[in-house]
């Protein structure tokens, strides 16, 4: 089991940066796949980017490639989303997820555990 809270949305401005962060309980964190999935109002959830248990694979959309980086840490059992050059078209909220399958997975039914999401705006 493991639960999660991500932090750190809120509005920002086109061309912006933000730093999401998703804190993880539970003793065998590093053992998970962690991703970043987003909703727009009206949208279903889309896969953003995943890092694999060791931080070694990342996977990214291709909207977000270049302005966006995912990271670990499993000593603080967190995972960030650095999001640079934000666009209004980012605005959604951001969901942290995870799943004990070290496979790659981009759907949102590949995964177990999810947070409560954080809002991001991006005003033009």
């Known amino acids: 089991q493991v639960q999660l809270v991500e932090s750190g949305g809120r509005l920002v401005q086109a061309g912006g940066s933000l730093r999401l962060s998703c804190a993880a309980s539970?003793?065998?964190?590093?053992?998970?796949?962690m991703s970043w999935f987003r909703q727009a109002p009206g949208q279903e959830r889309q896969f953003v980017a995943s890092i694999a248990s060791g931080g070694d694979r990342l996977r990214y959309v291709d909207s977000v490639k270049g302005r966006f980086g995912i990271s670990r840490d499993n000593a603080k059992n967190a995972v960030y989303l650095q999001m640079n050059s934000l666009k209004p078209e980012d605005t959604a909220v951001y969901y942290c997820?995870?799943?004990?399958?070290?496979?790659?997975?981009?759907?949102?039914?590949?995964?177990?555990?999810w947070g409560q999401g954080t809002q991001v705006t991006v005003s033009s």
């Open positions: 997820a995870a799943k004990a399958s070290p496979l790659l997975a981009t759907t949102q039914g590949s995964y177990a555990y």
């Open positions: 539970g003793r065998t964190f590093d053992s998970y796949m």
